[in-house]
């Protein structure tokens, strides 16, 4: 089963621009999360989608947004884009309710880098 | 409001058994353990989790303690591709709840 997909792995925008992120869950996985990591803040939830609705979000401005395809696929946009918002933004699915625990599998990140 | 305490740093050996120790001394009866791993820019892979018992899979054992306070990931025989900073959290539901790393510990595989 093919894992997590994000695209593009690397990224080089400037101040000002905005940009859009891609994530394909595993298949079978209806719940797809953001997360933001940088060397000073670590691992930061940004949102979570299920079944094409925000679930839940973290603490960050409105710059930051998301949404969720019927075939569970994710971006995510950041508009106006700052020198804070360089990091590595991560991409996990999971399937809620499967009566496992649901353990969050993670895609290889986007590096977007703000000039 | 940290969860768990692991060690900044570790070194092992190349083909030796890697134990990876966490406290988690304030764990509660419904928190598993898990336990993911981090290669230097690249997604966190999930390695393995339980909730009271031992468990083994492909990759790892994890021994947790009788009282749940602590616990061991065992890599048994590291190789350099082992090299990455490994985080342990105690988590309830994955639902609706939000992973958080804490600074995890360096294990570097010396060949």
Same mark, same amino acid.
């Given at each position: 089963k093919a894992g997590v997909t994000q695209t593009p792995r690397y990224l080089i925008k400037t101040r000002g621009q905005q940009v859009t992120l891609s994530c394909s869950p595993i298949s079978g996985h209806r719940s797809v999360s953001w997360y933001q990591q940088t060397p000073g803040q670590g691992l930061q939830f940004l949102f979570e989608y299920f079944s094409e609705t925000q679930r839940n979000k973290g603490n960050?401005?409105?710059?930051f947004s998301g949404r969720q395809f019927s075939n569970s696929r994710s971006e995510m946009n950041v508009s106006? +884009?700052? +020198? !804070?918002?360089s990091a590595l933004y991560l991409c996990a699915s999971t399937n809620p309710g499967? !009566?496992? +625990?649901d353990t969050q599998y993670f895609g290889p990140g986007t590096r977007l880098t703000v000039l | 409001d940290a969860k768990t305490t692991q060690p900044t740093s570790m070194d092992c050996a190349e083909g030796r058994a890697a134990n990876l120790p966490c406290n988690? /001394?304030?764990? /509660? !009866?419904?928190e598993y353990v898990y336990w993911y791993r981090q290669i230097h820019s690249q997604g966190p892979q999930y390695i393995i989790h339980g909730l009271k018992n031992n468990e083994t899979n492909e990759m790892a054992s994890l021994i947790i303690t009788e009282d749940r306070k602590s616990s061991t990931l065992i890599l048994p025989h590291a190789t350099l591709r082992d090299t990455a900073v490994y985080y342990c959290i105690v988590i309830s539901?994955? !639902?609706?709840e939000k992973l958080t790393f804490g600074t995890g510990t360096r294990l570097t595989i010396i060949p």
């Open positions: 960050f401005p409105g710059r106006t +884009l700052e +020198l !804070g918002d499967t !009566g496992a +625990l | 988690h /001394s304030t764990i /509660s !009866g419904n539901n994955f !639902g609706n």
